[in-house]
């Protein structure tokens, strides 16, 4: 893995805005390239593939030995998680943070219920590849596994209407939603989309505005928030299937991250984890989180980096710190999804702190 600067196409942000990306300007700078051996790619499919299969294990294991406190998931809410797990839910898509680490990749977190960043992995990173690296490949092939998931869903859940439901008000957001729902689309399903505010529900039924029952909903708003709102009390009794489904609410808990670490502590791409502090050099992180917020690194006992934030009510957990390395100043995270249960490609964010925030840069990579 090498960090490559290159000269930014002269009308990039042009072609950025007739893709549709209409992000902070400086969130995409085409300045930098970073580039694999097929070897790395190799490894970051198979790290991608067994967390996931360890990720599994470890909502398995909480269902098994009732950790529902550890995870504060409300007590209404647990029944109908452990149903959407045993009833086998379709899960659409999530996304494996990475470091990478003299060649393996080391698992931060799992971004499991409401990913971002994928508009620009799947898409923008694709187009730039074809015009700047055309003889190079990109291990990427999200646009086309998003397409084959939707069209596996449809065949489970055969619904007429698919809605798709985000805050609008949120360019990122509202980004992400417009083109899951495109893929959606393309897949041959009848789709529609709402704001969440447009959500309105009863004893019994989850509607829009109209009073249309969703059937099932994709919703990029995050289920510990939505469990605490008025509307989520319906979850224990309604009839709509969301996208996520229900059991992703567990694995996008950042206590499991100790569970993992605990069910397999000899996996290379596993860092130790604990609810209590570890000795030495760790980082504190909210069970609950966004963006990098309430984040502390601590080295030899010192504070390396933190950062602020409005989470950590619920508590933290202590993961063991790694060297992320830098390349020019900056340090990438791997973000590497995982769509319909397959490894089918990364996208790079990189930031001059360690703590990867909502202030990050998108980079592509290419295949040497």
Known sequence: MIRLKINPRSDYKQKLSDLGFEFNENYWLENAVYSFSSKEIEEIEKATVECYQMYC?????????????????????????????????????????????????????????TPTSLFEAAIVQWMWKEEVYPGNDQFNSIHEALIQSWKDIHTQYQSDMYYFACGKENLEDHTTTAYILSTAAEAGLNVTLMDVEEIHSNDELFTDADGNNLDVLFKLYPYEWMFNEEFGKTIPVCATTFIEPLWKAVMSNKYLLTIVAKLFPNSPYVLKASDQPLPGNYCKKPIFSREGANVTLVKNGEVLEETEGEYGEEGFIFQELVDIPS???MYPILGSWVIGGESCGFGIRETSSRITDNMSYFVPHIIQ
């Open 57 to 113: 294990a470890a909502v398995q294991h909480v269902i098994d030995n009732n950790l529902w406190d550890k995870l504060h998931i409300p007590a209404e809410m647990i029944p109908v998680i452990v149903d959407s797990w045993n009833s086998d839910e379709l899960s659409l898509y999530g996304r494996f943070d990475f470091a990478f680490i003299n060649g393996v990749p080391k698992c931060l977190e799992f971004n499991a219920d």
């Open 327 to 329: 390349f020019d100043g």
